[in-house]
């Protein structure tokens, strides 16, 4: 399985992106799919999951600002960021994996496929 993607830029704050990752060689049925992040110095951080039956979860910082969400139709999953801040640039990835148990989401280890990592840039 491959995962791919893409949608970062340069964006000012406040402002919105919509992140994509898409899925070749398997679907996100019956996956744990996340997001996470990367700035620079930083440790890779936990931003958003979605499990099977459409449960999601967020970090702290993100929530009311950002949503996850799935089209298997297009065997894709979106993070949708809005009102985003300059704390939010970063390096983002997704990942997926099959069996996840709930105490398992937010850490990365626990996953098993990643995609290449798309930037994304807020500026003040």
């Known amino acids: 399985v491959q995962l791919q993607a893409s949608g970062g830029g340069l964006v000012q704050a406040g402002g919105s992106l919509r992140l994509s990752c898409a899925a070749s060689?398997?679907?996100?049925?019956?996956?744990?799919v996340g997001w996470f992040r990367q700035a620079p110095g930083k440790e890779r951080e936990f931003v958003a999951a979605?499990?099977?039956?459409?449960?999601?979860y967020y970090r702290d910082s993100v929530k009311g600002r950002f949503t996850i969400s799935v089209d298997n139709a297009k065997n894709t999953v979106y993070l949708l960021m809005d009102n985003l801040r300059p704390e939010d640039t970063a390096v983002y990835y997704c990942?997926?994996?099959?069996?996840?148990?709930?105490?398992?989401?937010?850490?990365?280890?626990?996953?098993?496929?990643w995609g290449q990592g798309t930037q994304v840039t807020v500026s003040s």
């Open positions: 979605i499990r099977r039956g459409g449960y999601t």
């Open positions: 060689g398997g679907t996100f049925s019956r996956q744990t």
């Open positions: 990942a997926m994996d099959p069996s996840i148990i709930l105490s398992e989401v937010r850490q990365s280890r626990s996953y098993s496929y």
